[in-house]
């Protein structure tokens, strides 16, 4: 992005403004425009199946799945980012800093299939800036190495309760969305690597 002359950092509507215009994505982090990688095909595999089991989950309910094309802002922190997957429930609120209306800011459910190169902002400061969102009930995490599913819930006194679900005969159940998915559905046709390198 090319900056006024004499910024480092950008602007959250210039960002925005920048973002809604480009043709690949960008996080907004505290200033820092920082592009995304690509995903590996087990990564979009393991998307587009947990999408299709949760959607089959939800048939009927008002809430949404959607892909990582929505962008999710929490403008507090700031942080604007698009989570691989996300859960709305009722009406979507957007984030009145958009006039593009491209950012949602009340998911109640943010997934992200971990990858070696994020793994570590994923569990960290990325789930920090989340929770910050009041309307987050669950955060769950997604191996590409095992079949393993993460899910962090939030009690109705704020504090968070996680559990690991592994191996394919397992299922994984989110409070939030009263919706469990079995493990075997979400890694079909995924072949795992001993490299943790891949993905």
């Given at each position: 992005?090319?900056?006024p002359s004499g910024k480092n950092l950008a602007t959250v509507a210039e960002y925005l403004k920048y973002e809604n215009a480009a043709t690949s994505k960008h996080e907004y982090r505290d200033g820092e425009i920082v592009a995304m990688a690509g995903n590996s095909y087990n990564h979009s595999?393991?998307?587009?199946n947990f999408a299709?089991?949760?959607h089959a989950q939800l048939k009927g309910k008002p809430s949404r799945v959607l892909d990582s094309n929505l962008r999710i802002g929490i403008p507090g922190t700031p942080?604007?980012?698009y989570p691989d997957l996300s859960v709305i429930c009722g009406p979507a609120q957007m984030d009145p800093n958009d006039p593009a209306g491209q950012t949602a800011t009340n998911p109640r459910v943010l997934v992200e299939?971990?990858?070696?190169?994020?793994?570590a902002y994923d569990r960290g400061e990325k789930f920090?800036?989340?929770?910050?969102l009041e309307s987050l009930q669950d955060y769950v995490l997604i191996s590409q190495q095992s079949p393993r599913?993460?899910?962090f819930h939030r009690q109705p006194d704020g504090t968070w309760i996680f559990t690991s679900t592994s191996g394919l005969e397992?299922?994984?159940r989110l409070a939030s969305v009263q919706a469990e998915v079995a493990l075997q559905e979400v890694y079909a046709g995924v072949e795992f690597s001993p490299d943790p390198a891949q993905g």
């Amino acid at each position: 992005m090319q900056l006024p002359s004499g910024k480092n950092l950008a602007t959250v509507a210039e960002y925005l403004k920048y973002e809604n215009a480009a043709t690949s994505k960008h996080e907004y982090r505290d200033g820092e425009i920082v592009a995304m990688a690509g995903n590996s095909y087990n990564h979009s595999l393991i998307a587009a199946n947990f999408a299709a089991e949760l959607h089959a989950q939800l048939k009927g309910k008002p809430s949404r799945v959607l892909d990582s094309n929505l962008r999710i802002g929490i403008p507090g922190t700031p942080l604007y980012t698009y989570p691989d997957l996300s859960v709305i429930c009722g009406p979507a609120q957007m984030d009145p800093n958009d006039p593009a209306g491209q950012t949602a800011t009340n998911p109640r459910v943010l997934v992200e299939i971990l990858s070696p190169s994020t793994e570590a902002y994923d569990r960290g400061e990325k789930f920090t800036r989340f929770r910050t969102l009041e309307s987050l009930q669950d955060y769950v995490l997604i191996s590409q190495q095992s079949p393993r599913i993460e899910v962090f819930h939030r009690q109705p006194d704020g504090t968070w309760i996680f559990t690991s679900t592994s191996g394919l005969e397992s299922r994984v159940r989110l409070a939030s969305v009263q919706a469990e998915v079995a493990l075997q559905e979400v890694y079909a046709g995924v072949e795992f690597s001993p490299d943790p390198a891949q993905g």
